[in-house]
């Protein structure tokens, strides 16, 4: 049995008649309320003009505290001052709104429809407030640690756009979640998104959150003298996607953010002090006596030469030579400082070393030959009363 037309048409997805229904019944609703509660309605008008009027006062007073300091840099005051400049008018109207609609007697529906508003002018303003102060937050980290003009500016349109989309898509869900939408599709089909361009870009994105991460975490900046791997030089740029050293060579080494976070990296600028170690070989005729005291004179001359002593003593016996090791600390992070003060103790060892007849022995073999007797044939010659 077939089925006519009509029943097979698709209902629509809102009933016209309903919608006008509604709205006739909203405003003769309003119009009563308003023929019953006017002085109640002109009170609570006052009192929310008076609300809106020192909201903007409030926001013109902020936006004083939003000034940089003479140097340009934005202190917290600066950024809660431009957050709080943020404010929307719609915000404002809606909060004085909100405040006095139990005072002046408003019906269900009016009520309804005020907190339907507000929660939108809510949720949004709140979106706006926390984004202006994370941005403030990453451009007062990043001028305080001197990236101003490098990882900052590269870096802030990116963030700027990650950040509002995160937010305003939380916001969007929140609202029509207290409007009684179902949200679960919606969360579903971002969360997908974001896996789809996080699974696309996770290169940039790494490299950028590491850049972040040298911001906040700090561990060198720009001017920094660093080490990784073989790699010893200064930070001359920190980007959006990577840094670049240039090594005490000459050459620019340029690293990607990820990558250099994933390795060991030396500070050497932070270091209050550049140790260097010596090892010494006298002579295996030396006297014991002259080992005995070699320590002391050892420490004696590079302290005198201006560094620190850590260590001076007796390390181990050379193919060649007895061996001490002398370790000692040049004050600062200054290599040229250490090197001259290292040169000049070790032109003073050698003048005390020549004074006391302690002799530095280059690296030699002695050979003995066997007579056919089996007698060792010496490489010297032999006094008579020795034969």
């Known amino acids: 049995m077939s089925q006519s037309p009509a029943a097979n048409a698709q209902e629509p997805l809102f009933d016209a008649s309903d919608l006008a229904d509604q709205t006739s019944g909203l405003f003769t609703v309003s119009s009563d309320w308003l023929q019953h509660h006017w002085l109640q309605i002109l009170i609570a008008f006052g009192i929310g003009a008076v609300i809106v009027i020192g909201l903007h006062a409030a926001r013109r007073l902020a936006g004083r505290f939003a000034v940089r300091d003479p140097e340009g840099r934005a202190g917290w005051g600066s ?3 431009r957050a709080l400049v943020r404010t929307s008018n719609f915000f404002i109207i809606m909060l ?4 006095v609609t139990g005072y002046s007697g408003a019906p269900s529906q009016v009520s309804s429809t005020i907190n339907f508003l507000w929660t939108i002018a809510s949720v949004f303003q709140a979106a706006a407030w926390v984004r202006e102060i994370a941005l403030g937050a990453i451009e007062h980290r990043t001028q305080s640690a001197h990236y101003s003009g490098e990882a900052l500016l590269s870096a802030m349109g990116l963030i700027r756009v990650l950040i509002t989309f995160a937010l305003f898509a939380i916001a969007l869900v929140v609202v029509l979640d207290n ?5 679960t599709g919606l969360v579903a089909g971002l969360g997908v998104g974001g896996i789809a361009i996080g699974l696309a870009a996770q290169g940039i994105f790494g490299d950028l959150f590491a850049a972040l991460a040298i911001i906040f975490d700090r561990p060198f900046r720009r001017g920094d003298k660093v080490q990784y791997d073989q790699t010893v030089g200064v930070i001359e740029s ?6 670049r050293i240039r090594s005490f060579g000459g050459e620019m080494r340029v690293i990607s953010n990820r990558q250099l976070l994933d390795k060991e990296i030396q500070n050497i600028s932070n270091r209050d002090h550049v140790r260097v170690t010596l090892t010494i070989g006298v002579a295996y005729e030396t006297p014991p006596e002259t080992l005995e005291a070699l320590p002391d004179l050892l420490k004696a001359i590079f302290e005198e030469a201006g560094g620190k002593v850590a ?17 000692f600390d040049v004050p600062g ?5 250490a090197h001259a003060t290292r040169n000049k103790a070790l ?16 690296p030699t073999q002695t050979t003995y030959t066997a007579a056919p007797d089996g007698t060792l044939v010496m490489p010297y010659a032999v006094p008579k009363a020795e034969r």
């Open 333 to 337: 992070d200054d290599w040229p400082t």
């Open 96 to 99: 004085a709104a909100k405040l």
């Open 347 to 362: 032109v003073l060892l050698m003048r005390r070393f020549a004074e006391q007849g302690i002799v530095i022995p280059y």
């Open 79 to 81: 950024i809660i001052g």
């Open 311 to 327: 260590r001076a003593g007796f390390e181990s016996f050379g193919a060649s030579s007895l061996d001490f090791i002398v370790q």
């Open 238 to 243: 920190i980007g959006l996607k990577s840094t």
């Open 179 to 183: 409007l009684g939408v179902n949200v």
